[in-house]
């Protein structure tokens, strides 16, 4: 069955880095795109970034833009969030997902059909 594992959480301080993997199983990830959300404690889940298909294609939210890098290889069938100079704010369990519309990085949450558990990231001195 389709599956996606997020892996590579954890407790860091601020200014440090941390790379997320979401491995997919049960289908073939050439022909998806797949989004990293997050949702903080008492907010609502907020896109963060994601990737289309052939990776021509690649979305960050504005509040992670030129310090979080999503690529993918899918001969391994993963995808990562490089994540860099962290904040307390970015704070959240991230989920990867994944989108049928593959040829492009779908924004909407509605677009994803499959979801991760998610990882917790902890941002804190």
């Known amino acids: 069955q389709v599956q996606l594992v997020e892996s590579g959480g954890g407790l860091v301080q601020p200014g440090e880095s941390l790379r997320l993997s979401c491995a997919a199983s049960?289908?073939?990830?050439?022909?998806?795109?797949i989004g990293w959300f997050r949702q903080a404690p008492g907010k609502e889940r907020e896109g963060v970034s994601c990737?289309?298909?052939?990776?021509?294609?690649?979305y960050y939210a504005g509040s992670v833009k030129g310090r979080f890098t999503i690529s993918r290889d899918n001969a391994k069938n993963t995808v990562y969030l490089q994540m860099n100079s962290l904040k307390p704010e970015d704070t959240a369990v991230y989920s990867c997902a994944r989108s049928p519309y593959g040829s492009r990085c779908p924004k909407r949450r509605r677009e994803y059909d499959y979801w991760g558990q998610g990882t917790q990231v902890t941002v804190s001195s």
């Open positions: 990737i289309s298909s052939s990776a021509g294609s690649t």
């Open positions: 049960g289908f073939t990830l050439d022909y998806y795109a």
